[in-house]
């Protein structure tokens, strides 16, 4: 029998970006099988906007890879710096309110690993374990951890610069990362990114090399549970980056 099973799962793992850039928000939707609900079958991957109450499973794992060189005007080399950091962000977020397709006004996001690596020393976040209520007030969203106590420091910036450009238009990003054409478990496509890093490019602060990025999206499996279908996306990417930040402060590559 045909029909349509919930997706709920996103794995984002080694996008490999000079800069990670929070493109990738959280995929949610609808796979609708084309055929016999068997294993292999072949689905078509289709976004569901959810509801309040509908929970998704976000796994992020990035790599920036800084490299930077200054020179004097005799062409000396002063300084040569190779640095890499990794991140990984692992969570559980749940829409609490939400009026029609429009992006949720409250979410609450249950971390269970956030931290980030470089060199060979690994610090932990202070949202790692953490539950935190995100509640959109006045038109700005707020960051508190359940239980009362506000977010603040590195962990609020980044919620903040994540957030802060989240609008009801998302989900058109969103669509550009899925297939074109119904793909079964363990199938790739790959990613329209000069549309993808257009559309990013539209906050300013970031300036990419399109022609020299690669993506690409991946269907890793399709389960069952509580009688429902369920399934794993992955995505990868890397990203140049030519251009970060606006004014004195903006970094050319």
């Not at 099973?5 to 939707?29: C, E, Q, Y």
């Not at 054409?181 to 496509?189: D, L, Q, R």
Request: zero cysteines.
């Amino acid at each position: 029998d045909s029909g349509t099973v919930p997706f709920a799962d996103s794995v984002i793992p080694g996008d490999n970006l000079m800069k990670r850039h929070a493109l990738i928000t959280a995929l949610s939707g609808l796979l609708a099988w084309t055929a016999a609900s068997q294993a292999q079958e072949a689905v078509t991957i289709k976004l569901k906007t959810r509801g309040e109450g509908d929970t998704i499973v976000i796994s992020k794992n990035s790599t920036t890879n800084s490299k930077i060189k200054i020179a004097d005007g005799g062409g000396k080399v002063l300084a040569d710096v190779n640095e890499t950091e990794k991140e990984i962000v692992e969570f559980t977020e749940t829409v609490q309110k939400r009026e029609g397709t429009k992006a949720p006004t409250k979410l609450e996001r249950q971390y269970t690993k956030s931290q980030k690596t470089k060199g060979d020393k690994t610090t932990e976040s202070a949202l790692q374990g953490k539950i935190v209520v995100i509640e959109k007030i006045e038109g700005k969203y707020g960051f508190m951890f359940k239980g009362g106590e506000t977010v603040t420091g590195a962990e609020a910036k980044a919620l903040q610069k994540e957030f802060g450009k989240r609008s009801d238009a998302d989900a058109e990003l969103e669509k550009l990362m899925l297939p074109p054409n119904a793909v079964k478990p363990g199938e790739s496509w790959k990613l329209e990114l000069p549309k993808i890093l257009k559309e990013i490019g539209k906050e300013g602060d970031l300036v990419t090399d399109a022609a020299k990025s690669t993506g690409t999206g991946k269907l890793l499996k399709t389960y069952t549970k509580n009688g429902k279908k369920f399934g794993v996306m992955e995505f990868k990417m890397t990203v140049p980056v030519t251009v970060i930040g606006k004014g004195p402060g903006q970094l050319k590559f």
